[in-house]
């Protein structure tokens, strides 16, 4: 079975995040990158299902030079091979210029099933997933719980509004993978010492059949005008006095002044 | 020699990072308390290959260098010093075996040892001896196909928890640090037992417990090496344990410096961050500074005993200097965290109470002080 994961490095989730003024992305001063830890859910129930059945393992990611790093440690996880679509021209972060990279770069390819996170925790788009299987015309299932394959079609639980829905859907399809599906494993010593010898192709604009102008920002679809931090919290107010009295006081704050009842 | 990691160097510390910040974190501060060893920790540590990383590829380890798995055990430390000196102390029998080993040992050994399906120990100091190995007690006496043990071990870590003991002990009384020698005794053999388990200041989480041999027989093919190089096989073991138990103090620092420098930066009094005092200042730096010096000095160390250079004053200064650092650090950090830093709830009181053992094992600073002494006076 060919899987390909898409995956995305993103800052760690403990950094501090910091907007330069002016800047329409974050400053990545001094920040750690991992891979976005849905992508890793991705990853470890793609090497299951290797695992369980036989196939190869692929990583694709977007980004720049550094998002190597997150696709040697996918590899040290124990994926086959990588594809790194490196090309200044590549980089945006508009859903739809990324989700048709990947999809110019997934017609060049074979597979089976592709996984995905269902989002990304950087700018948490939600869409990658979702446009891919539109432009590659294949089924998709987002925000998947658990996944079992049989002869050519896969059976998704996927998290909705106070419930699971389990769909049923022909392969290949794209599925979106939501925390709960499985717990990602750490790169083993023995992995880490072989990813350097796995395969990992840079492709650029020209290698995926794409023009400069449809993808990266030229491509894109959507501008980011500003970007902020959000203001400081405001300090909390205690109300003092008998519980009777403070309860009405309460009450009068937050009809009159946060105005929520 | 480069400052810098290698790119797998970099990704294997990152990896181990993460997982002792997942796994060993939320258990550290609960284990010490109870004193409770977690064998599972072990099992997980195998998993992801760090308990085979001295230990030749051929059986079955990753066979690394020294470089590599002082990064592995500083990362470790940082969370849970208990977990640091277990994979230190899982090594030690592993490079003992494959210096001095026959094959047949190597096959039977180092295998389950690298993989964590037996844990190992390493029991040389007793009751009246310690670095000062040629006073041991306990004997072995040929009889026959067998050795016969007499004696007791006392301080040793992961006793009665280990399977695979690497047992120092006299096959001639009569002499004194040549009359050594070297046995592997696996936990079960009849007369093998356990004592004491040990109350201690720190570091609880991991069992420290006295082993008692008594006519305890074993086949004579678990002789390491010949008679009389048990005291080589000491001295190496200790020279090789000075340098991890060096980078495990780097870590225990490190993780007391990171706890100050946030607590610091959060911490108000007369309405600024205590940060913002040259006092809390000039701590930091003096601590940040003692810690670059002693994780260079450690890494100095391994580099020399990777490219098979003397090695044993390195480190000796290496262990010395890191953990009188990780002492003076972890006690600033209790003295940055004020009332706090006293109280349990607070994790550098943990690692003030941890620093202070890496001062004593593999040789107390005082014996280490006497190894650069005799090597710079010869």
């Known amino acids: ?261 | 020699m480069s400052f810098d990691l290698t790119e797998e160097q970099e990704s294997l510390r990152r990896t181990v990072e993460k997982f002792a910040e997942k796994e060993l974190a939320p258990i550290a501060a609960e284990a010490e308390e109870k004193g409770e060893f977690h064998r599972e920790i072990f099992e997980k540590l195998a998993d992801i290959g760090l308990l085979g990383i001295p230990c030749p590829e051929q059986y079955g380890g990753a066979g690394l260098d020294y470089s590599t798995y002082i990064l592995v055990i500083e990362e470790i430390a940082k969370q849970c010093l208990a977990t640091a000196v277990g994979l230190a102390v899982q090594g030690l029998p592993q490079i003992m075996i494959n210096l001095f080993g026959s094959e047949e040992q190597k096959k039977q050994y180092l295998a389950p040892l690298a993989s964590g399906k037996k844990l190992g120990a390493f029991a040389l100091t007793e009751a009246g001896a310690g670095s000062d190995a040629a006073s041991l007690k306990t004997t072995a006496t040929l009889d026959g196909d067998s050795y016969v043990l007499n004696g007791s071990k006392v301080f040793i870590t992961h006793g009665g928890v280990a399977d695979i003991y690497l047992v120092m002990a006299k096959t001639n009384p009569g002499e004194g640090a040549r009359g050594i020698s070297s046995f592997i005794v696996e936990d079960g053999t009849p007369g093998f037992s356990c004592g004491k388990t040990e109350k201690k200041m720190g570091m609880r989480a991991s069992p420290t417990r006295e082993i008692i041999l008594e006519d305890c027989r074993i086949p004579r093919k678990n002789l390491v090496g010949k008679e009389g190089d048990g005291f080589k096989i000491a001295m190496i073991a200790l020279d090789s344990g000075r340098i991890t138990i060096g980078a495990a103090a780097v870590g225990v620092a490190q993780a007391a410096f990171d706890e100050s420098v946030k607590y610091a930066k959060q911490r108000e009094q007369f309405g600024q961050p205590i940060a913002s005092f040259q006092a809390i200042q000039f701590m930091l730096a003096d601590m940040g500074t003692a810690i670059r010096a002693a994780r260079n000095m450690v890494r100095e160390a391994a580099y020399l005993k990777d490219k098979g250079k003397p090695f044993s004053h390195v480190a000796a200064m290496a262990k010395l200097f890191a953990t009188d650092t990780a002492m003076k650090v972890t006690t600033d950090a209790v003295q940055i965290f004020g009332g706090y830093g006293y109280m349990q709830d607070y994790p550098v009181e943990r690692l003030m109470r941890a620093a202070k053992v890496t001062q004593i094992v593999e040789g107390t600073n005082q014996i280490q002080r006497m190894v650069i002494a005799r090597h710079l006076l010869k």
């Open chain 1, 1 to 261: 079975m060919k899987i390909i994961v898409l995956m995305k490095q993103v800052p760690d989730t403990e950094t501090k995040i910091q907007v330069k003024p002016g800047e329409t992305a974050i400053s990545t001063d001094g920040v750690t990158f991992v891979i976005n830890p849905y992508d890793e859910f991705a990853i470890e129930e793609a090497l299951r299902i290797k695992e369980a059945k036989g196939g190869d393992v692929t990583l694709i990611t977007l980004g720049w030079d550094k998002a190597a790093e997150a696709l040697r440690t996918g590899l040290a996880m124990g994926a086959d091979k990588a594809v790194h679509l490196n090309d200044p021209a590549f980089l945006t972060n508009d859903a739809h210029s990324i989700a048709l990279a990947l999809s110019k770069t997934l017609k060049k390819l074979q597979y089976d099933l592709i996984l995905c996170g269902k989002q990304a925790i950087d700018y948490d788009n939600h869409q990658i997933g979702v446009r891919v299987a539109e432009m590659l015309g294949i089924p998709h299932v987002a925000v998947v719980t658990k996944l079992v394959l049989e002869d050519g079609k896969a059976v998704a639980h996927r998290e909705i509004e106070g419930g699971t829905e389990v769909v049923e859907t022909p392969l290949p399809a794209i599925i979106t993978c939501q925390k709960g599906l499985n717990e990602p494993r750490y790169a083993s010593l023995k992995g880490i010492m072989q990813a350097k010898k796995k395969p990992l192709e840079a492709k650029k604009v020209a290698d995926v059949d794409a023009s400069p102008g449809e993808v990266g920002q030229a491509g894109a679809k959507t501008v980011v005008l500003t970007l902020t931090m959000p203001p400081d919290r405001a300090a909390g107010k205690v109300v003092e006095g008998e519980p009777e009295d403070a309860a009405r006081q309460v009450v009068k704050l937050l009809r009159e002044e946060a105005k929520v009842i």
